[in-house]
């Protein structure tokens, strides 16, 4: 029931992001204004089960929310491994640079990653 959603989550219009990330800075000043958006710096504010869970609920696996970018990807040799669903979500939950950000998520919606594509339409959806 997609009103329960709306109801709980208040319509909820968020940006997960780090701030010493300089694609996710000039990809929150493209978006902007961002009157009603709430920003969650997910290092000094780590996501939470239940956020990582919703995220999952809108993006269909943890693997689309997961990036193999991070340095750590390589550092623990995660690449030599086949990594299960459930690999996924506890090394996102477990370490914030796993997170592929930005992740805006704006009602229904997710966009995830800085991809010209997902920024742009994270922007219409923002601006609609």
Known sequence: MKLGFFVNQNFLMKVYHLSTCDTCQR???ELQPLDGVELQDIKTDAITEKQLEEMHGLAGSYETLFSKRARLYRQKGLHEKELSETDYKN???EQYTFLKRPVIVVGD???IGNSKKSVAAAQE???C
């Open 27 to 29: 990809i929150i000043k």
């Open 91 to 93: 090394l996102i939950l």
């Open 109 to 111: 919606q997710i966009f």
């Open 125 to 127: 959806a923002l601006h």
